[in-house]
């Protein structure tokens, strides 16, 4: 999906899908105070949807701060690498 409306559409698709094929409704949360499980509305449900993408595909986007990171230290490791090889002559 490329634009933002894009992604609510699929978000949606995906939230109906899962309502349709689980019995009663497909998301849960418990209540800390009872501990009883009851089924969240749309909202929260698209909320955790989202996050799930986000999660999943967090490697799929420059900007997310894991693959950021990820790249930092694979730009240290290079740099390890040619400092122990006597490579000072390539950063000059």
Known sequence: ARS???????????VEQVRVASPRG????QD?????WFEVGDFLAREKTSQ?????LH?????SSV???KRRQKEQAK??????????????
Do not use: M
């Open 4 to 14: 933002k409306l894009d992604k609510s559409s699929v978000l949606n698709d995906v």
């Open 26 to 29: 497909g998301f849960i949360k």
């Open 32 to 36: 800390e105070a009872t501990r009883r």
């Open 52 to 56: 799930t993408f986000r999660d999943a």
């Open 59 to 63: 490697e799929h986007y420059k900007s």
């Open 67 to 69: 693959a950021k990171k």
């Open 79 to 92: 740099v390890s690498e040619k400092l122990q090889r006597g490579g000072l002559a390539d950063f000059k």
